[in-house]
């Protein structure tokens, strides 16, 4: 089976998990790369790219026309609204989903000094570090990892944001600050790696056996209260849905799962926030009442203050 993925080292590695677990299974694959808008254009911020799902759509369009069998995405490039031909058909069990700070001479956030350049492309990432530490200067870090780290040790940044999944894939020991998920709520399905097919094929009922019970709850609680909000990449909004105990077996047997999501304005000053025990039995029609308790507190309204800013 073919499997499509972008080119990046992160993307591969992905790519390259998903080959490893259908080998195990006999399935044989190959992986070819597709490159996307979000990896072509890279001197703008990604919020300012033209329409959505800009490391995803150049794929779809390969899966849709029969060139890939499979599809390797990070869960969170993934927009809500999807082509209904395309499935996801497993969702892999959950990396680490925080993020990380990292810094050239391991200097931890609370103690950065004033005007220390922090490095982001993620417009939630920009409020929560404003909102946390409003005396840092924030400025827009694009390019894949390797990049970034680059940038970092030639002294364009103090220190980086990424989510730790990242380093957790490609296997690198390096020294981070994982960032408190109650004061930095991730992006919603961070830590995900999703495998998309063609409904109803050869390659949905394979795929199917990768599929992490657990953690599929725990996305699609997030999808939910996110898409309740609408808007893209360029809305401050996190969303955490954690079963009890942390990422366990898909066999889990946990009725009861955390949900902590949050919109901010883009300076980081006001934010409106959830934090929810919902049951597992009936978790999707619990996940759209925390998405609408969000968007009536007030998050709909910075959602609209958001669009109309960038």
Same mark, same amino acid.
């Given at each position: 089976? /073919?499997?499509?993925?972008?080119?990046?080292?992160?993307?591969?590695?992905?790519?390259?998990?998903?080959?490893? #677990?259908?080998?195990?299974?006999?399935?044989?694959?190959?992986?070819?790369? *597709?490159?996307?808008?979000?990896?072509? /254009?890279?001197?703008?911020?990604?919020?300012?790219?033209?329409?959505?799902?800009?490391?995803?759509?150049?794929?779809?369009?390969?899966?849709?026309?029969?060139?890939?069998?499979?599809?390797?995405?990070?869960?969170?490039?993934?927009?809500?609204?999807?082509?209904?031909?395309?499935?996801?058909?497993?969702?892999?069990?959950? +990396?680490?989903?925080?993020?990380?700070?990292?810094?050239?001479?391991?200097?931890?956030?609370?103690?950065?000094?004033?005007?220390?350049?922090?490095?982001?492309?993620?417009?939630?990432?920009?409020?929560?570090?404003?909102?946390?530490?409003?005396?840092?200067? *924030?400025?827009?870090? #694009?390019?894949?990892?390797?990049? #970034?780290? #680059?940038?970092?040790?030639?002294?364009?940044?103090?220190?980086?944001?990424?989510?730790?999944?990242?380093?957790?894939?490609?296997?690198?020991?390096?020294?981070?600050?994982?960032?408190?998920?109650?004061?930095?709520?991730?992006?919603?399905?961070?830590? %995900?790696?999703?495998?998309? %097919?063609?409904?109803?094929?050869?390659?949905?009922?394979?795929?199917?056996?990768?599929?992490?019970?657990?953690?599929?709850?725990?996305?699609? *609680?997030?999808?939910?209260?996110?898409?309740?909000?609408?808007?893209?990449?360029?809305?401050?909004?996190?969303?955490?849905?954690?079963?009890?105990?942390?990422?366990?077996?898909?066999?889990?047997?946990?009725?009861?799962?955390?949900?902590?999501?949050?919109?901010?304005?883009? +300076?980081?000053?006001?934010?409106?926030?959830?934090?929810?025990?919902?049951?597992?039995?009936?978790?999707?029609?619990?996940?759209?009442?925390?998405?609408?308790?969000?968007?009536?507190?007030?998050?709909?309204?910075?959602?609209?203050?958001?669009?109309?800013? %960038?």
């Amino acid at each position: 089976m /073919i499997i499509g993925t972008r080119g990046s080292m992160l993307a591969l590695a992905q790519a390259e998990i998903v080959a490893g #677990r259908l080998r195990s299974a006999g399935i044989k694959t190959e992986i070819r790369t *597709i490159s996307t808008s979000g990896d072509v /254009i890279t001197d703008h911020p990604l919020h300012k790219l033209p329409g959505i799902g800009v490391f995803v759509r150049e794929i779809d369009e390969h899966s849709l026309g029969g060139e890939i069998d499979i599809a390797v995405h990070s869960m969170k490039d993934i927009p809500t609204i999807r082509p209904e031909k395309l499935v996801t058909a497993a969702i892999l069990k959950r +990396d680490p989903p925080c993020d990380v700070l990292i810094t050239r001479d391991g200097t931890r956030l609370a103690d950065m000094p004033a005007g220390a350049v922090i490095g982001t492309s993620s417009m939630r990432r920009i409020a929560q570090m404003k909102r946390f530490r409003s005396d840092l200067e *924030i400025a827009d870090l #694009r390019g894949n990892i390797n990049t #970034r780290m #680059r940038k970092l040790r030639d002294g364009v940044y103090d220190g980086i944001m990424l989510a730790e999944a990242g380093l957790v894939r490609l296997g690198w020991d390096i020294g981070f600050e994982r960032l408190d998920p109650d004061r930095f709520i991730p992006s919603a399905n961070q830590g %995900t790696i999703a495998v998309v %097919t063609l409904r109803d094929s050869e390659a949905e009922e394979v795929v199917r056996t990768l599929d992490h019970r657990q953690t599929r709850i725990e996305t699609e *609680i997030e999808r939910i209260v996110i898409g309740v909000l609408g808007g893209g990449c360029s809305i401050p909004i996190g969303a955490f849905a954690e079963m009890a105990g942390g990422a366990g077996d898909a066999d889990c047997d946990v009725d009861e799962v955390r949900v902590r999501a949050e919109v901010l304005s883009m +300076d980081g000053r006001r934010y409106v926030r959830v934090d929810e025990t919902i049951p597992v039995d009936g978790y999707a029609m619990h996940a759209h009442r925390v998405g609408d308790a969000l968007a009536a507190e007030g998050g709909d309204a910075l959602v609209k203050e958001a669009e109309t800013s %960038t």
